[in-house]
Protein backbone atom coordinates (compact mmCIF):
# COMPACT_ATOMS: atom_id res chain seq x y z
CA UNK A 1 0.00 0.00 0.00
CA UNK A 2 1.12 3.42 -1.08
CA UNK A 3 2.57 5.59 2.13
CA UNK A 4 -0.12 8.65 0.99
CA UNK A 5 -2.71 6.18 1.49
CA UNK A 6 -2.02 6.75 5.74
CA UNK A 7 -2.45 10.79 5.31
CA UNK A 8 -5.47 12.40 4.73
CA UNK A 9 -6.32 10.73 1.10
CA UNK A 10 -7.30 7.59 2.38
CA UNK A 11 -11.16 7.59 1.89
CA UNK A 12 -10.62 9.40 -1.59
CA UNK A 13 -8.13 6.52 -2.32
CA UNK A 14 -10.61 4.11 -1.20
CA UNK A 15 -13.73 5.18 -2.95
CA UNK A 16 -11.49 5.18 -6.24
CA UNK A 17 -10.95 1.89 -5.22
CA UNK A 18 -14.30 0.42 -4.38
CA UNK A 19 -15.76 2.74 -7.80
CA UNK A 20 -13.20 0.94 -9.92
CA UNK A 21 -14.14 -2.77 -8.88
CA UNK A 22 -18.01 -1.91 -8.87
CA UNK A 23 -17.86 -0.52 -12.25
CA UNK A 24 -15.67 -3.47 -13.58
CA UNK A 25 -18.45 -6.17 -11.99
CA UNK A 26 -20.91 -3.61 -13.87
CA UNK A 27 -19.63 -4.67 -16.73
CA UNK A 28 -18.85 -8.20 -16.19
CA UNK A 29 -22.37 -8.75 -15.40
CA UNK A 30 -23.07 -8.10 -19.07
CA UNK A 31 -21.37 -11.61 -19.86
CA UNK A 32 -23.11 -13.13 -16.93
CA UNK A 33 -24.00 -13.03 -13.41
CA UNK A 34 -21.62 -15.18 -12.38
CA UNK A 35 -18.83 -13.27 -13.88
CA UNK A 36 -19.97 -9.97 -12.12
CA UNK A 37 -20.18 -11.59 -9.22
CA UNK A 38 -16.98 -13.15 -9.22
CA UNK A 39 -15.53 -9.64 -9.93
CA UNK A 40 -17.05 -8.26 -7.03
CA UNK A 41 -15.26 -10.89 -4.93
CA UNK A 42 -11.96 -10.27 -6.79
CA UNK A 43 -12.35 -6.54 -6.29
CA UNK A 44 -13.23 -7.17 -2.35
CA UNK A 45 -10.34 -9.30 -2.00
CA UNK A 46 -8.28 -6.31 -3.14
CA UNK A 47 -10.30 -3.32 -1.51
CA UNK A 48 -11.48 -5.27 1.47
CA UNK A 49 -7.95 -5.78 3.24
CA UNK A 50 -6.96 -2.07 2.50
CA UNK A 51 -10.01 -0.80 4.75
CA UNK A 52 -9.08 -3.43 7.26
CA UNK A 53 -5.33 -1.91 7.49
CA UNK A 54 -6.56 1.74 7.06
CA UNK A 55 -8.87 1.30 10.06
CA UNK A 56 -6.28 -0.65 12.13
CA UNK A 57 -3.72 2.75 11.39
CA UNK A 58 -6.09 4.86 12.30
CA UNK A 59 -6.89 3.70 15.80
CA UNK A 60 -3.13 3.58 16.68
CA UNK A 61 -2.43 6.61 18.06
CA UNK A 62 1.54 7.25 17.26
CA UNK A 63 2.82 9.59 19.92
CA UNK A 64 6.15 11.01 19.79
CA UNK A 65 7.51 9.44 23.02
CA UNK A 66 6.66 6.25 21.05
CA UNK A 67 9.43 3.71 20.31
CA UNK A 68 9.63 2.85 16.08
CA UNK A 69 10.17 -0.57 17.16
CA UNK A 70 6.72 -0.83 18.57
CA UNK A 71 5.35 1.67 15.47
CA UNK A 72 7.00 -1.08 12.90
CA UNK A 73 5.81 -4.39 14.49
CA UNK A 74 1.96 -2.14 14.61
CA UNK A 75 2.26 -2.23 10.73
CA UNK A 76 3.53 -5.81 10.48
CA UNK A 77 0.84 -6.73 12.66
CA UNK A 78 -1.57 -4.96 9.90
CA UNK A 79 0.14 -6.17 6.59
CA UNK A 80 -0.34 -9.76 8.08
CA UNK A 81 -3.90 -8.91 8.85
CA UNK A 82 -4.34 -7.65 5.06
CA UNK A 83 -2.45 -10.78 4.00
CA UNK A 84 -5.14 -13.36 5.95
CA UNK A 85 -7.79 -11.34 5.14
CA UNK A 86 -7.13 -11.52 1.03
CA UNK A 87 -6.73 -15.39 1.59
CA UNK A 88 -9.82 -15.69 3.54
CA UNK A 89 -11.64 -13.90 0.75
CA UNK A 90 -9.96 -15.48 -1.61
CA UNK A 91 -10.35 -19.27 -0.52
CA UNK A 92 -14.25 -18.03 0.32
CA UNK A 93 -14.82 -17.12 -3.72
CA UNK A 94 -12.96 -19.97 -5.23
CA UNK A 95 -14.26 -22.93 -2.38
CA UNK A 96 -18.22 -21.74 -1.58
CA UNK A 97 -18.87 -20.01 -4.19
CA UNK A 98 -17.24 -21.09 -7.15
CA UNK A 99 -15.79 -17.98 -8.63
CA UNK A 100 -14.88 -17.73 -12.09
CA UNK A 101 -10.57 -17.11 -12.06
CA UNK A 102 -11.00 -14.48 -15.27
CA UNK A 103 -13.26 -11.99 -14.13
CA UNK A 104 -11.80 -12.18 -10.38
CA UNK A 105 -8.24 -12.19 -11.53
CA UNK A 106 -8.97 -9.13 -13.87
CA UNK A 107 -10.53 -6.91 -11.16
CA UNK A 108 -8.42 -7.81 -8.47
CA UNK A 109 -5.05 -6.60 -10.86
CA UNK A 110 -7.66 -3.75 -12.05
CA UNK A 111 -7.86 -2.90 -8.40
CA UNK A 112 -4.25 -3.40 -7.33
CA UNK A 113 -2.93 -1.12 -10.16
CA UNK A 114 -5.75 1.44 -8.81
CA UNK A 115 -4.18 1.33 -5.33
CA UNK A 116 -0.80 2.24 -7.01
CA UNK A 117 -1.79 4.85 -9.71
CA UNK A 118 -4.74 6.73 -7.20
CA UNK A 119 -2.16 8.63 -5.68
CA UNK A 120 -0.91 10.34 -8.28
CA UNK A 121 -4.22 11.26 -9.60
CA UNK A 122 -5.59 12.14 -5.86
CA UNK A 123 -2.67 14.89 -5.57
CA UNK A 124 -3.68 16.45 -8.31
Known amino acids: MS ?3 YGG ?3 KQL ?7 VILSGAFCANSIEWGASALAGGLACWLPNVVFMLLTRFQKAKEEDEPVRIAWFFALGAGLKVVTTITVLVVAFGVFKASLTPLGLTY ?3 LIVQIVAPAVVKR
Not at 15 to 21: D, E, H, N, P, R
Request: proline share 0%; glycine share 0%; aromatic share 6%.
Open 3 to 5: VSL
Open 9 to 11: NAI
Open 109 to 111: LAV
Open 15 to 21: SIQLITF
